[in-house]
């Protein structure tokens, strides 16, 4: 991509909407680019649809369309393709996906936004690419295209003109990058100030539910042990524990776990145990030691070392963060400066 060059004339962003969309997939990067040019952007926005016609969101909320995908004509800067609900049915649109393929054909930037990614993925525009999509929808997509190289925890990927993003809020993320690469980090920094949003979100997507990531396990005693450790993080999961629970040798629930969770006993359990502490961080104030204790890291320094390792941040900073206030402040919201 590339900075604005003083005295040309304003970026275009073309956002492609379908009936069933995802509301926010659409208005975040909307509302990232417009409030930019309060701030020094220039950017011109439209929304495109297959025929022109409005639609219907999944939300129930009508959206206008400034023009057809076939009215399009002219390159734009950058092309917005936001996700929905039912993006199972959309891959089987031969017209929907052509006219991603025309829209994308005619950007600078294709960018898509949560399942948004399966579209472009079954368009052919993946293949050979690295991508991102929503945290609940990561496994499905390396299934169904093989030719993608999903990053599961990446809150966005940038792989050549194509940028795809994870669930829902973090196309307003992926939008505050572009807005930073054309017009500059002021200039992202005052969007994401007035925003109330983080200009660069700490952590990536492994803060959303590893137990709800993994496919229903075939096996029964599989789907057990898996429960058992999200049922209580504390508790003794070690590797003979887990065999024990399951009533199979210890290199029979490695087996299992590698084909069926595609990582080993530990780490899977060092991930629930690391969501089940940022739960607490969130919502409680309990100390390091507590919250170590509870979650089955033992101490605050092995605590403290997990979160650097796998969310870039320690459990203070996370906490400053990301939890909102307790009772007794009025229902307001405490949060950092987001920059």
Known sequence: MYHKQPGAGPLTVKVFVFPGVRLLDVTGPIEVFTSANDWGGQYRVQVVSEDGADVVTAAGTRLAADLSAGDVHDTCDVLVVPGG??????VKDDALLDAVRGLSGRARCTAS????????????????????????????LGLRYPSVRVEPDAIFVRDGKMMTS????????????????????????AVAKDMVVFMQRPGGQSQFSARSRVANPRQEMLREVLDAVAENPGGNHSLTAMARRAGVSV??????FYEEVGTTPGRYVEQVRLEAAQAMLETGD?????VARRTGFGSPESLRRAF?????????????SFRTTGPGTGGRTSTTDPS
């Open 85 to 90: 609900p039912d993006w199972e049915t959309l």
């Open 113 to 140: 936004v949560c399942t948004g990614a399966f579209l472009l993925a079954a368009a052919g525009l993946l293949d050979g690419r690295r991508a991102a999509t929503h945290w609940r929808q990561t496994r499905e």
């Open 166 to 189: 994870a669930g829902v809020s973090a196309g307003i993320d992926l939008s505050l990058a572009l807005v930073e690469e054309h017009y500059g980090a002021e200039v992202a920094r």
């Open 251 to 256: 290199r029979h629930v490695t087996r299992l």
């Open 286 to 290: 309990d100390p390091m030691a507590v």
């Open 308 to 320: 650097v390792r796998h969310l870039g941040v320690t459990p203070a900073a996370f906490r400053a």
